[in-house]
């Protein structure tokens, strides 16, 4: 008997029009906001000579138009990012030396320089860059690789990985390296972005992380503040930000079948206090 022909169809591709969501991970995006990130992420590299997109100068600043769409994409972040009700003591501690050192940097800038427009300038090139290049083009990159075969997870990260290497080749960063070699100082801290965003759900941290250690280079190339003040700054303000990272769940399952966050006190006093019941009811009965 002739066995009937079946299609193979990829399952992100739906049956009928129109193609289902992307889902990576907590972040799920439509087709058609895949094409403007991939529209976004062309836009941006024309930009950087003046090409295509108008500019303005905020203090000594270049900002583009493309800042406008990357608040979009971020703002598209913010309304899925999922939250986490656990604050810990040392994600507390974390939190405060990074909201400590972050002020600092734009304290020192300000001591410098007294212009508001070039910090303004500098937090929205971060918004700009982290929008860009940890959320766009990564996205972009990850579904043509879905749509070729690849799972998600490894679509994800080869977008990520690709978006660090054109994030560190970009023009502002070879100007200030001295040989190939120091690019991967830049491939390194888009790396720790993604991480943060992508496992921590920190986009905004991110954004001001970033624009922190701009604040801090450019206080060292223009106002001769000392190199290690940028080093000992970036470090500190990136390691508070990955210790800020909650940590894996302490899940388990209660009798009902609902999995619950163990970290969660509330959550972990009720189910003992449930189970004491349901023991005290049980011995009674007998």
């Not at 209660?254 to 004491?276: C, K, P, S, Y």
């Amino acid at each position: 008997m002739m066995m009937p022909l079946t299609a193979t169809v990829h399952p992100i591709v739906s049956r009928r029009f129109p193609i289902r969501n992307f889902q990576f991970d907590w972040f799920n995006v439509s087709p058609f906001a895949v094409a403007c990130f991939g529209v976004l992420a062309a836009l941006d590299i024309p930009a950087l000579y003046g090409a295509l997109a108008a500019a303005t100068t905020l203090g000594t600043v270049r900002v583009d138009v493309t800042v406008i769409p990357a608040a979009i994409v971020v703002l598209l972040v913010l309304q899925q990012t999922p939250r986490s009700s656990v604050l810990t003591t040392p994600r507390a501690i974390a939190m405060g030396i990074f909201v400590g050192c972050t002020a600092g940097a734009y304290a020192v800038h300000w001591s410098y320089f007294h212009r508001a427009a070039d910090t303004i300038g500098y937090t929205l090139l971060a918004l700009k860059e982290e929008a860009v290049y940890r959320v766009a083009l990564p996205i972009f990159i990850a579904c043509i690789g879905v749509l070729l075969g690849l799972s998600n997870r490894k679509a994800l990260l080869v977008g990520l990985t690709v978006s660090a290497v054109v994030f560190a080749v970009l023009p502002g960063h070879v100007a200030q390296v001295h040989n190939p070699g120091e690019l991967l100082v830049f491939v390194c801290f888009a790396a720790i972005m993604s991480y943060v965003i992508w496992e921590g759900h920190y986009l905004i941290a991110a954004i001001f992380a970033h624009a922190a250690t701009n604040l801090i280079t450019d206080s060292v190339l223009r106002a001769g503040v000392n190199p290690l003040v940028r080093t000992a700054g970036s470090f500190v303000i990136l390691l508070a930000l990955i210790l800020m990272i909650p940590t894996a769940p302490a899940i388990d399952e209660d009798d009902d079948g609902i999995v619950i966050d163990l970290r969660d006190q509330t959550l972990a006093r009720e189910r003992a206090r449930t189970r004491r019941l349901v023991v005290t009811s049980t011995s009674q009965d007998e």
